[in-house]
């Protein structure tokens, strides 16, 4: 068994430490940020630090790197306060994939990645029409990070867009039937496998299956 210290990290080849950190965790939510600038000109940035943050009212909360110069996403959430995440799917997640280079600001990862844009009335972020779970969010609240020059941006939830058959009667949508891709790391991408879906927790009674349509691997 491998125990690298702390400050064994910090002597680590830089490309490798920095997979070693971000695969560490393993398979974390992965969805395409949707933003547009005041004028109009879109953007669209592959991110996979997507968190719930809570229902009533209803938040989520992202991490952002340090802002850089060709950066459009942070200012344009912070210029027109909306913006969209949409789920990432097998047949098209090499092109999600190209919207992490590093392009000049001002240039539309939609279009350079040739990915179709979708608006609603009222609402100034573009989704990804090819998804099929869609979030638009409005700005609540940033915070800036003096640790690692990180932002973490929390948002509400205003819209929803997926299909009738992805939302299960208790409400949970079922990312398996989706075709959600997940990510480890930077670059390795998953589909992930539901194992099953237990009930509701309480203290003196044993885990045990809630009646979802979900069924558990054979092996468990």
Request: aromatic residues 8%.
């Amino acid at each position: 068994m491998q125990h690298i210290k702390s400050e064994q990290i910090y002597q680590l080849e830089k490309r490798y430490r920095t997979s070693l950190i971000n695969s560490l965790i393993g398979y974390r939510a992965l969805n395409l940020l949707g933003t547009s600038s005041r004028d109009g000109i879109s953007n669209l940035c592959i991110i996979s630090s997507v968190f719930h943050l809570g229902a009533n009212p209803p938040l989520i909360g992202m991490v952002i790197r340090p802002e850089r110069e060709h950066n459009d996403t942070l200012r344009n959430i912070r210029s027109t306060g909306q913006y969209t995440l949409n789920n990432v799917l097998p047949d098209w997640y090499k092109q999600a994939h190209q919207t992490s280079a590093s392009y000049p600001s001002g240039v539309s990862e939609f279009d350079t990645c040739h990915f179709k844009k979708h608006y609603l009335k009222d609402f100034k972020a573009p989704f990804v029409a090819a998804s099929n779970i869609r979030t638009g969010l409005e700005l609540r609240e940033m915070i800036e990070l003096e640790v690692n020059g990180t932002t973490i941006v929390i948002g509400e939830i205003l819209h929803i867009l997926t299909e009738d058959s992805l939302i299960g009667p208790d409400g949970t949508i079922d990312h398996g039937k989706a075709e959600t891709i997940t990510v480890a790391g930077l670059d390795t991408y998953y589909l992930p496998k539901a194992v099953g879906k237990l009930a509701y927790a309480k203290p003196g009674v044993e885990p045990h299956l809630s009646g979802t349509n979900i069924k558990p691997n054979a092996e468990q």
